[in-house]
């Protein structure tokens, strides 16, 4: 996805702001949707000495600053249209669904369907999305107004810009969402590193331990098979952290953090 460069032809233009009031489209704002349902996990260094347990995919050891973002279920199915080149308008489609945060922009948060239950068709040139375009929702950073948007860029087998169409949420689309927690999505902010060890599992004789590192965007992730010692704890160390791992069972593994990474 290019984060910058980002073309918005919807309600630029004059035309398009009066076919628009022609048929009552009212910005849907959705106060909780933002404000109060975003949660915030800054952790500087997230560790203990004292023993604990991790099943499998649990944080064992993370440092750094994020936001974990719940995601957006579609209660209701949408098909409506959105004003495309010049004004005219295409239509898409979203089926009833989870929406999971995909990234941000200056001033929206984009909220992605699945590509098998959304797309978009235009009556003269048939269906114009594909590959990795995407469709969905995406909320204002400021004031939480929320808009479809069809971004079709490898349709148009653009490289040096985004293609972006949008409009407002309405209540003539008569939808309902709701936030999904349980579907929370680590979304990172700009020159913000993050790094994370979980358990992967015991197999043959090795402890599977997972590395993530995200920063500035871009993202590193690497397995690590440990073996286990024949005999008392099973020390590691990772990006100059190190976990000692103390037994396991067919659920859980029990560590501890003895030390953090090494900036």
């Known amino acids: 996805m290019n984060f910058h460069r980002v073309f918005f032809l919807s309600f630029r233009f004059i035309g398009t702001f009066a076919l628009l009031s022609l048929i009552g489209c009212n910005s849907v704002r959705h106060e909780l949707f933002l404000d109060k349902t975003e949660t915030e996990q800054k952790?500087?260094?997230?560790?203990?000495?004292?023993?604990?347990?991790?099943?499998?995919?649990?944080?064992?050891?993370?440092?750094?600053?994020?936001?974990?973002?719940?995601s957006l279920e579609l209660l209701t199915p949408i098909k409506a249209s959105i004003p495309g080149a010049g004004g005219l308008p295409f239509t898409f489609s979203i089926d009833n669904c989870?929406?999971?945060?995909?990234?941000?922009?200056?001033?929206?948060?984009?909220?992605?369907?699945?590509?098998t239950r959304s797309t978009a068709t235009h009556t003269l040139l048939g269906t114009v999305v594909k590959g990795d375009d995407k469709i969905g929702v995406r909320v204002h950073r400021q004031n939480n107004g929320m808009e479809w948007y069809v971004d079709n860029s490898n349709y148009n087998s653009s490289r040096s810009r985004t293609w972006i169409w949008s409009r407002a949420i309405t209540n003539r689309d008569n939808v309902k969402f709701r936030m999904r927690e349980d579907k929370?999505?680590?979304?990172?902010?700009?020159?913000?590193?993050?790094?994370?060890?979980?358990?992967?599992?015991?197999?043959?004789?090795?402890?599977?331990?997972?590395?993530?590192?995200?920063?500035?965007?871009?993202?590193?992730?690497?397995?690590?098979?440990?073996?286990?010692?024949?005999?008392?704890?099973?020390?590691?160390?990772?990006?100059?952290?190190?976990?000692?791992?103390?037994?396991?069972?067919?659920?859980?593994?029990?560590?501890?953090?003895?030390?953090?990474?090494?900036?």
Do not use: C
């Not at 991790?54 to 974990?68: H, I, N, Q």
């Not at 941000?104 to 590509?115: G, R």
């Open 43 to 70: 952790r500087k260094v997230t560790h203990s000495t004292e023993y604990r347990k991790a099943t499998l995919g649990d944080e064992m050891l993370s440092e750094g600053d994020y936001k974990r973002m719940p």
């Open 184 to 263: 929370s999505i680590l979304m990172t902010e700009a020159f913000t590193q993050i790094r994370e060890i979980t358990y992967g599992g015991f197999a043959n004789g090795n402890y599977t331990l997972t590395f993530r590192e995200v920063n500035e965007a871009r993202e590193y992730e690497k397995d690590f098979l440990i073996p286990k010692a024949k005999n008392g704890v099973t020390q590691v160390s990772i990006k100059g952290s190190l976990i000692e791992i103390l037994s396991h069972s067919n659920l859980d593994v029990t560590f501890r953090v003895l030390r953090t990474f090494t900036r």
């Open 98 to 115: 989870v929406l999971t945060p995909s990234w941000k922009s200056k001033n929206y948060n984009y909220y992605e369907a699945p590509s």
